[in-house]
């Protein structure tokens, strides 16, 4: 693996894309997007420690005319013995999902959560994996459209189901056995995307092992978005990964290959478009035996 310390600095950024064309979108965008062109709305909250929630949220209020995706039920898989605990979903269940929810290939989608884009950028990294590219998270999440001073509504939607054909980005993941080998590949860089507590061991409230994969690096997800789930700046998101420099292929991961997708949408943001999640994640790494120090 490379030594980020010791990168070549990373060529000059173009100026950026539009913002229609960017991961990331207003509350104001969002609105003047409204009967603009075909939009589907994405509520994904959700709390780990209670699965319900999000879903209880949704149905108090959300965005008008936004319909729910639940982590477990419709944005992860069943868990295994490895894998993860979030492992990817099946795609023909998960494009059933989507075409009753709406999307088609045309459609454009934004998601929003009130995570600090944890759960959007879950469904976000998922369209993309699916060669969706009509995507965004919402900026400020649900709580930026009501500081917006947006309303918001109560009610399930009944959508007019949409054909989604999926064209499977398979090179946007990896799995252990590729860790494995990139960890003797020079130039490769491992993200870890956790709490750098629980990044150096000396905590793991989920997992039953502590620790990290041996040879990453830390840059904890949250860094992406200030403590009001604002996105930080295209220039600040270019300045955080500037010290990975030219390095390929870029690996990241977290508990569960979810809140990996946060940094993911920042490295698209920076200009990054190479890098790769491992979706069993740090979950999937200690559910195999450990070597010995």
């Given at each position: ?119 959007a950028a879950r469904f976000w990294w998922l369209l993309r994996y699916l060669g969706h590219p009509r995507v965004a998270v919402l900026d400020g999440g649900i709580a930026g459209w009501q500081a917006a001073g ?144």
């Amino acid at each position: 693996m490379m030594d980020v310390d010791n990168l070549p600095p990373s060529p000059p950024s173009a100026e950026p894309p539009p913002i229609a064309h960017l991961p990331v979108v207003s509350p104001r965008t969002v609105m003047q997007w409204q009967g603009d062109r075909p939009l589907v709305l994405a509520d994904c909250r959700f709390a780990l420690a209670d699965p319900h929630w999000g879903r209880q949220q949704y149905t108090t209020e959300h965005l008008p005319n936004a319909q729910y995706f639940d982590l477990n039920q419709d944005l992860s898989g069943p868990v295994e013995q490895h894998g993860g605990r979030h492992p990817l979903p099946n795609v023909e269940t998960l494009v059933a999902r989507l075409e009753a929810a709406g999307i088609s290939n045309d459609t454009w989608v934004v998601a929003y959560d009130d995570a600090r884009l944890a759960f959007a950028a879950r469904f976000w990294w998922l369209l993309r994996y699916l060669g969706h590219p009509r995507v965004a998270v919402l900026d400020g999440g649900i709580a930026g459209w009501q500081a917006a001073g947006y309303p918001l509504t109560q009610g399930a939607v009944t959508p007019v189901p949409g054909h989604f054909v999926p064209r499977v980005q398979a090179d946007r993941v990896v799995d252990i056995d590729q860790v494995r080998s990139l960890q003797q590949q020079q130039g490769s860089v491992l993200v870890d995307a956790r709490e750098a507590p629980r990044y150096r061991g000396e905590q793991e409230p989920i997992d039953p092992i502590a620790g990290h994969i041996p040879g990453a690096v830390n840059y904890p997800w949250q860094a992406v978005t200030d403590e009001q789930g604002q996105i930080r700046a295209i220039a600040d998101q270019q300045q955080h990964w500037k010290a990975l420099g030219t390095a390929d292929p870029i690996v990241v991961y977290c508990g569960s290959g979810v809140t990996a997708c946060v940094n993911l949408l920042s490295m698209e943001m920076a200009g990054i478009h190479h890098a790769k999640l491992y979706p069993g994640s740090w979950s999937d790494w200690c559910s195999y035996p450990m070597p010995h120090s």
